[in-house]
């Protein structure tokens, strides 16, 4: 994965989204910069498999059209396992969006959504909105044990797209 800023402590409103290219649950590469123009929104979650993060994307999926109404807004899961585990995890439980995986964890790093090395070595849960000129729209971490909702997602995508 190749990075465009160095890791920083953390992010706010306004700052520019650092850029990643990282690989999807098929083993393709997803670039932020090929994704300019549109709402991006980054689900960080810690773990594939865990309970918390399954109820969440099973809930999502179907009502991700509440988040993402059109093809200007796209939703990526992030977290620092895998592929081959996204692939696996993504078929079983039917999840409406592609996995994003970091196991450098260099981009969790570079937004602040590296929970530690202790206990699991994982990304935090939050919620990363990129509107379309680049510019971080909403930057929300979460309790890592608190399941995020389909409202609070919405919400912070509309925002996002409000600004363009």
């Known amino acids: 994965m190749r990075m465009s ?5 953390t992010l706010t409103v ?5 850029l990643f290219e990282l690989m999807n649950e098929k083993r393709e ?8 123009g549109k709402t ?6 810690p773990m594939d498999f865990s309970s ?5 994307h099973c809930a999502f ?15 990526f899961g992030v977290n620092c396992d895998h592929p081959f585990s996204h692939a696996a995890y993504r078929k079983q439980f039917d999840i409406a969006y592609p996995l994003l995986s970091d196991p450098t964890r260099k981009m969790v790093k570079a937004y602040a959504m590296f929970a530690g090395e202790e206990p699991f070595n994982c990304a935090k849960r939050g919620t990363v909105v990129i509107d379309p000129k680049g510019k971080i729209a909403t930057y929300a971490p979460a309790e890592i044990s608190q399941e995020r909702t389909v409202e609070n997602l919405a ?6 797209r409000a600004l363009s």
């Open 52 to 56: 918390v993060c399954t109820s969440e």
């Open 5 to 9: 800023n160095t890791s920083t402590s």
């Open 155 to 160: 919400r912070y995508a509309s925002a996002a």
């Open 29 to 36: 590469t997803v670039k932020l910069s090929d994704l300019r």
């Open 61 to 75: 999926g179907p009502q991700l059209y509440k988040i993402a109404p059109d093809d200007q807004t796209v939703v």
């Open 40 to 45: 991006v929104v980054l689900l960080f979650y």
């Open 14 to 18: 306004g700052d520019d989204a650092p």
